[in-house]
């Protein structure tokens, strides 16, 4: 990648363009005040409602617990108060840059208009992916990615059972949320334990345990070949055995397709989302991208997309300093959490490419578990299973670049904080 910083686009620019409206975006334009920056800031959002935070919709939203205007980003006067202008119901058709300048085709109900700004943010996001099954078309299968997806899952559940394809975070968050809503819920996974690229065995096989204890039926090995229909009306999902889930709602959970359709059209590197360095640069060293559309280059040449709101912060962090042309702050390690009934995860580090792990479980709170992960020896990422004091004191460590041995983490009757003392000094 080219260095965004060199010659006369090291300049602030005028006017930024962000595509997406989602925490990623609203806290670019934050931190990009914050900063200093005095330019134009515009925020492009497809849907025609201010932007929200996207956590509550398998939880809270779901539940009839919170509304839509309880989880905005920032009350309706912030935008105007802090002079970003938002346009939202507004698609972006098109996207091109010459002379230093984009270009942004836009649609916005039945007019179409363009617009020229001096830099890009992709803050695109991630559509749900679907299933190519036969009846997967059917009204009553649904997804969950958008407020309005959140309103329409929550007007079927208490219509009859609900079988929930995936058993990824979504679809587990879900099936917690409609179980503790009275429904009849039944997880179908096609792999042979829950979260299979997410989390490890352990940690897997101990949600598994807690999702059948909320008398949740979860399938594994289960392979979905037909959405069932009689009369128009969904009666369940067929597996590849023959046998029909029963379900009046279905909810697919398989995982997202990052929206990289304007990276494509402007040239750039895209592999399972637009590609970025650690300043959150695309290839061609000036358009930005962040969020959950954005592919991560690690310092190993190692590529990942993580979606969650810690990312989102930190990117969009890196690409207002590199906007104003300041250095872009060191990040601590990535974290996660998930929220399925009453099991809390939490997640620091990345599992991936470790060598080793080590479970901690305490007697006396059998719910309370941490696998913890090395690679060489050195701890590179930790999951904690109802232990936030834990993950409190292993963020920590891992933050500030503490990486204990095995041997130092192993006496689960000394308390993780105690042991990971001496980051603290």
């Known amino acids: 990648m080219t260095d965004g910083l060199d010659g006369p686009e090291a300049q602030a620019p005028r006017s930024v363009a962000v595509v997406g409206a989602s ?5 670019l334009a934050d931190r ?5 920056y005095t330019g134009e800031i515009t925020l492009i959002s497809h849907e025609d409602r201010l932007p929200y935070q996207r956590p509550p919709l398998s939880k809270a939203i779901l539940k009839g617990e919170a509304s839509a205007d309880s989880v905005l980003l920032r009350d309706p006067a912030y935008y105007a108060d802090s002079r970003i202008e938002l346009r939202t119901g507004t698609h972006v058709t098109g996207s091109t840059r010459a002379g230093g300048r984009y270009t942004l085709a836009m649609r916005c109900e039945n007019r179409t208009e363009t617009d020229s700004f001096d830099r890009l943010v992709l ?13 997967s078309d059917h009204p009553d299968v649904l997804v969950l990615r958008e407020m309005d997806d959140a309103h329409r899952l929550l007007s079927r559940v208490a219509k009859g059972p609900v079988a929930v394809i995936g058993g990824g975070f979504i679809g587990l968050e879900v099936a917690a949320t ?5 429904a009849e819920v039944t997880v179908i996974e096609a792999g042979d334990r829950l979260l299979t690229r997410a989390v490890g065995p352990s940690t897997a096989e101990s949600l598994l345990a807690a999702h059948r204890s909320m008398a949740t039926d979860v399938e594994l090995g289960a392979v979905p ?21 029963p379900a009046t709602t279905v909810l697919v959970g398989v995982g997202a397709i990052p929206r990289t359709e304007l990276a494509g059209q402007l040239g750039l590197d895209v592999d399972g989302g637009v590609v970025v360095d650690a300043r959150c640069l695309a290839s061609d060293g000036h358009t930005l991208a962040i969020g959950d559309c954005a592919v991560h280059v690690s310092g190993t040449g190692r590529r990942f997309r993580l979606e969650s709101v810690d990312n989102a912060t930190e990117q969009a962090n890196a690409a207002a300093h590199v906007i104003a042309g300041l250095e872009v702050p060191s990040r601590g390690a990535p974290w996660f959490w998930s929220d399925q009934g009453d099991q809390k995860l939490q997640i620091v580090g990345l599992i991936g490419g470790h060598t080793s792990a080590l479970v901690r479980v305490d007697p006396d709170r059998p719910r309370r578990r941490v696998a913890l992960y090395f690679a060489d020896d050195e701890l590179v990422a930790a999951e904690c299973l109802n232990s936030p004091a834990d993950f409190v004191a292993l963020r920590s ?4 670049g503490f990486r204990p041995s095995p041997d130092m983490l192993a006496d689960t ?10 980051v603290r000094t």
């Open 178 to 182: 409609a179980r503790a809503l009275g």
């Open 123 to 135: 803050a695109t996001g991630a559509r749900a992916r679907t299933l190519d099954l036969p009846g």
């Open 23 to 27: 925490h990623a975006a609203v806290h």
């Open 413 to 422: 009757s000394v308390p993780l904080k105690k042991l990971l003392a001496p």
């Open 32 to 36: 990009l005040r914050a900063i200093g």
């Open 397 to 400: 460590a891992l933050g500030r």
């Open 225 to 245: 070949v037909e959405i069932v229909t009689d009369d128009g009306h969904l009666r369940g999902v067929r597996l590849d055995d023959g046998r029909i889930v």
